[in-house]
């Protein structure tokens, strides 16, 4: 997409909707009922929505031909959500003791 090398065409709308990727169906039922109660779920779950704004940017930038904008959002705001919410699993998976 950044590359200009995907044939694919994203919707940004869709790409927003954190409730609907396979991470944000668990957070939404199992993964809440599970571990709802320690304190980095709920951060959890906002860096996760805000992960996905973050990707709807890219690609409504990127659609839009704002390509310098987009990779600016690419490793800024993108980045900095995807390794908040593998720190927030990897913090929820130590709460665990596993």
């Known amino acids: 997409l950044l590359a200009g090398q995907s044939n694919e065409v994203l919707d940004p709308e869709k790409v927003r909707e954190y409730?609907?990727?396979?991470?944000?169906?668990?957070?939404?039922?199992?993964?809440?009922?599970r571990l709802g109660h320690f304190?980095?779920?709920?951060m959890?779950?906002?860096?996760h929505q805000y992960?996905?704004?973050q990707a709807a940017s890219v690609v409504a930038l990127s659609q839009a031909?704002?390509?310098?904008k987009a990779l600016q959002v690419f490793h800024g705001g993108y980045r900095h959500a995807s390794n908040?919410?593998?720190?927030?699993?990897?913090e929820l998976k130590?709460?665990?003791?596993?």
């Open 19 to 33: 409730e609907h990727c396979p991470l944000g169906r668990w957070l939404q039922g199992e993964g809440r009922e």
């Open 39 to 42: 304190p980095a779920f709920e």
């Open 44 to 47: 959890l779950v906002q860096r």
């Open 51 to 53: 992960f996905h704004g």
């Open 65 to 68: 031909g704002e390509h310098e």
């Open 84 to 90: 908040q919410v593998t720190l927030l699993l990897k």
């Open 94 to 98: 130590r709460s665990l003791g596993r």
